[in-house]
């Protein structure tokens, strides 16, 4: 069975054409992740200064109303009840949104 030089230069050139399609979706998901994650580390670069803002707020309410005597002892507490509310509400808020940890169902059971 022969094949006339037409007919392979369209083989070929689908092949071809089909491999630009495939490099440019390609590029496509490359540039949506990169975007994604430049998007997440913005947000989390907010979410950081939030926190620390937080922080700062916390320490100065935590020294106006619970001021005591031991400064060593006084941050130890401090540290504790920051450390039981953040366990608190990361336990919370991964109720609320589903564990991100935890490995994806079977459809099998």
Do not use: C
Not at 9 to 38: A, D, N, T
Not at 85 to 108: D, R
């Amino acid at each position: 069975m022969a094949v006339n030089r037409e007919e392979l230069q369209s083989r070929l050139m689908g092949k071809k054409e089909q491999r630009i399609i495939e490099m440019f979706r390609e590029q496509k998901r490359v540039q949506k992740e990169i975007w994604e994650k430049m998007a997440l580390m913005i947000t989390s670069a907010l979410g950081l200064v939030a926190a620390l803002a937080w922080n700062e707020a916390i320490q100065a309410a935590f020294r106006q109303y619970l001021s005591t005597t031991d400064a060593l002892m006084g941050k130890f507490l401090y540290a504790l009840i920051v450390t039981a509310l953040a366990v608190t509400i990361a336990y919370y808020v991964g109720k609320l949104f589903g564990n991100a940890n935890e490995p994806p169902k079977s459809a099998m059971g």
